[in-house]
């Protein structure tokens, strides 16, 4: 059974950085693809970024191009999102998604990710 573990979320001010973690126990990500997604209050879950394990291949969307960064750890079971130049807009609890399969491409899809975690909250204020 595999669980999802979120950490690092917190304060910081407009222009900050901050660095999520999200980490596995009980299966290997060797073969899946993670997802990191964000949900601010009053609005769906948004797809913001994601890794294909085996390669570290990643994608993002536009609105975090150049300022979110997906890397993971040698061991292959903690994967990081590195935020930067955080902006108000950004507000909002945070979840890695696993999608244990092989795909070309990492879905955008909220439905095809079958592992959660329980987010952590990130808040952009001055």
């Known amino acids: 059974q595999l669980r999802l573990v979120e950490s690092g979320g917190g304060l910081v001010q407009p222009g900050g950085s901050l660095r999520l973690s999200c980490a596995a126990s009980g299966g290997t990500l060797i073969n899946s693809d993670i997802g990191w997604f964000r949900q601010a209050p009053g609005k769906e879950r948004e797809y913001i970024s994601c890794m294909k394990v085996y390669s570290g291949r990643t994608s993002e969307v536009q609105s975090v191009k150049g300022r979110f960064t997906m890397s993971t750890d040698n061991n292959k079971n903690t994967v990081y999102l590195q935020m930067s130049s955080l902006e108000p807009e950004d507000t909002a609890v945070y979840y890695c998604?696993?999608?244990?399969?092989?795909?070309?491409?990492?879905?955008?899809?909220?439905?095809?990710?079958?592992?959660w975690g329980q987010g952590t909250q990130v808040t952009v204020s001055s």
């Open positions: 998604a696993v999608e244990p399969m092989f795909r070309e491409t990492c879905s955008p899809n909220v439905q095809d990710y079958p592992y």
